[in-house]
């Protein structure tokens, strides 16, 4: 019974455990898969052998059967015949031919037991490859998803990286731009200073001079007046 044995043993297989200490999960389903595919086929194969066996079994049972009673109908003849040896014989046959008939019948209760078995174990088995496959399925799903989701995220990186480099030169021509602002307001207050400077000197000196001239036209007028008188 290795064929039984090893649908129990994937019957058995805890799918969520083997995904959680699986490397590949995903390749590791699909292997999964195929092993129960596999064994379907051949429990199916199986099956389909007992029931054959079953009803070679069946056949031989009754043809035994048939027998028996027809040795039991020629022992009955020949003891109406008052042939008690032949009807002695006869029921030997009958006996044994119902001893095969028998056993016969026993063999097919064992093949009928074991089909249900394996009929059983096909069910369960189909029932843990369909779950199997979902969850195949859905795992390749969230590897595809995960995937592409990688190749998104590298993208938008990619792209913010372009951006930024193309950005970059344009902040820095703008922070130049900035600098060279800031250089020329400075030079300008510096020559707006440095011409208030000039200019207020200038102011000075002409009003030194105009005191001075107005100084001197007061004497002289003084002057003028001290000789008149």
């Known amino acids: ?5 090893r649908v129990a043993m ?3 297989a805890n799918v969520n455990d083997l995904i959680d200490r699986a490397e590949e999960p995903e390749k590791m389903l699909r292997q999964l898969v195929l092993d129960m595919e596999n064994q379907l086929l051949q429990v199916k194969t199986q099956v389909a052998i007992v029931l054959a066996d079953q009803h070679l079994l069946d056949k031989k049972r009754k043809e035994q059967a048939g027998l028996a009673s027809e040795w039991t109908r020629r022992a009955e003849l020949a003891v109406s015949k008052e042939q008690d040896d032949l009807a002695r014989i006869a029921l030997e046959r009958s006996i044994s031919h119902q001893q095969m008939a028998e056993g016969f019948a026993r063999q097919h209760g064992e093949q009928s037991a074991e089909a249900d078995a394996l009929r059983m174990s096909y069910s369960k088995l189909e029932g843990k490859l369909k779950q199997t496959e979902a969850q195949c399925e859905m795992l390749a799903t969230q590897a595809r998803r995960a995937r592409l989701l990688g190749k998104v995220n590298a993208a938008q990186a990619a792209t913010v990286s372009a951006v930024s480099a193309r950005s970059s030169p344009l902040q820095r021509f703008k922070a130049k731009l900035q600098s060279m602002e800031s250089e020329n307001a400075a030079h300008r207050e510096l020559l707006q200073s440095e ?4 200019e207020d000197r200038f102011e000075t000196m002409e009003r030194e001079e105009q005191v001075e001239r107005l100084l001197g036209e007061l004497k002289q007028k003084q002057g003028r007046m001290l000789e008149a008188g």
Do not use: G, P, T
């Not at 019974?1 to 044995?5: F, T």
């Not at 011409?195 to 000039?198: K, L, P």
């Open 10 to 12: 994937l019957l058995r």
């Open 1 to 5: 019974m290795a064929l039984m044995e």
């Open 195 to 198: 011409s208030s400077s000039v």
